[in-house]
C-alpha cells in the first residue's frame, strides 16, 4: 500500500514578492521609505539651525544692550527697563543671566550734564529705546545726529539744549515720534520743516523759541497734534492761520504771545474743543462783529 504524498504549499511573503519581483501589484520600495526620512531629518535639522541662530542672535543683542547700559550708568544716565514678559522660565533665566537677556531698555536720561558724541553712540545698542530725556544737557546738532538711528524713539526732551534749526534734520527719520520737547532751544523758526514728516506727533513744545508766524506752516501737517505750547515766542495773530487745520488740538498754550483778543476769540470759536491758555479772559470778549 502506497503511503500519501504529503504535499507543502510554501505561502510567500509580501517581502519575497518584492524581493524577487514576481508579486503582483508593484510597491514601493524601501528606499522611498527611507528618502522620506532622510528629508524629514533634513528639515528637523535645519529648522535646529534657524532656532540656534535666533537664540545666538537674542544672546548676542543682550550682551550689546547689557555692555551699553553699564557705560551708561558710569557716566551718570540713567536707564529703565520695559517689563519682563510672564513667561515660564523667565524669572529663572533673569536671576542667572541678568535682566537684559528678558527685558528691554526703553528709556534712558541724560539731564543736567555734558554728554559726548562717543556717549550718545551707545544708544544705538539699545534698540528698542522708546525715551530718552536730554533735558539741560549740553548737547548740539552733532550729538544730535547720534540719534538719527533711534526709530522706535517716540519721547525726546531736548529743552534748554543748544540744539539749532540746523539740527532738526536729524530728526526726521524718527517716525515714531509722538512726543517732542524744544523748549529753549536755539531755534530760530526755518527748521520746522524738519517736523512736517513726524505724522504721528501728539504733543510739541516750541515755547521759549524765535520762531515766528510763517514757520508754522509745516506744523499745520501735523493732523494728529493734540498739545501745543507756544508760550513766549514772537507769534502774533497771523499765526493762528496755521493752526486752523488742527482740529484734535486739545491745549494750546500761548502766555506771552502777543495776539489780539478778538482773533483769539474767533480761532476759540471754531476749536471749542481745545482749552488756550493765555494771559487773554476769553469769556469776557466779545464775539468778533
Not at 48 to 68: I, P, T, W, Y
Not at 170 to 182: A, E, I, K, S, V
Not at 187 to 205: A, C, F, K, R
Not at 218 to 238: E, H, M, R, Y
Request: glycine share 6%; net charge positive; aromatic share 6%.
Amino acid at each position: 500500500m502506497k503511503r500519501p504524498r504529503l504535499i507543502v504549499h510554501h505561502r510567500r511573503s509580501a517581502w519575497s514578492e518584492i524581493h524577487d519581483g514576481s508579486g503582483g501589484e508593484p510597491t514601493k520600495p524601501p528606499a522611498a521609505h527611507m528618502r522620506f526620512t532622510l528629508r524629514g531629518l533634513l528639515l528637523l535639522t535645519a529648522l535646529a539651525g534657524v532656532l540656534m541662530a535666533l537664540v545666538a542672535d537674542h544672546v548676542n543683542k543682550s550682551e550689546q544692550q547689557r555692555a551699553a547700559v553699564t557705560k551708561l550708568r558710569q557716566i551718570g544716565a540713567k536707564v529703565k527697563y520695559s517689563e519682563p514678559p510672564s513667561w515660564p522660565l523667565v524669572g529663572f533665566i533673569q536671576r542667572n543671566f541678568g535682566i537684559d537677556f528678558v527685558a528691554n531698555a526703553t528709556f534712558v536720561s541724560f539731564i543736567y550734564r555734558p554728554v559726548a558724541s562717543r556717549e550718545l553712540n551707545l544708544l544705538t545698542d539699545l534698540r528698542q529705546l522708546q525715551g530718552l530725556d536730554l533735558f539741560r544737557a549740553q548737547i548740539d546738532d552733532n550729538g544730535l545726529a547720534q540719534l538719527a538711528s533711534l526709530n522706535k524713539l517716540a519721547f525726546l526732551d531736548l529743552r534748554h539744549t543748544q540744539i539749532t534749526d540746523a539740527g532738526l534734520r536729524h530728526l526726521r527719520q524718527l517716525r515714531q515720534l509722538d512726543t517732542l520737547h524744544l523748549a529753549s532751544c536755539q531755534i530760530n523758526g526755518p527748521g520746522l520743516i524738519n517736523l512736517q514728516p513726524l505724522s504721528g506727533l501728539v504733543t510739541l513744545d516750541l515755547a521759549f523759541t524765535s520762531i515766528q508766524d510763517q514757520h508754522l506752516a509745516p506744523i499745520s501737517q501735523l493732523k494728529t497734534l493734540v498739545d501745543l505750547n507756544l508760550n513766549n515766542t514772537a507769534l502774533t495773530g497771523d499765526a493762528l492761520q496755521h493752526l486752523q487745520p488742527l482740529h484734535e488740538l486739545r491745549r494750546l498754550n500761548l502766555y506771552g504771545v502777543k495776539i489780539p483778543p478778538q482773533k483769539l476769540r474767533a480761532f476759540a470759536q471754531k476749536h471749542p474743543e481745545c482749552n488756550i491758555n493765555s494771559a487773554i479772559n476769553l469769556n469776557t470778549l466779545r464775539p468778533p462783529s
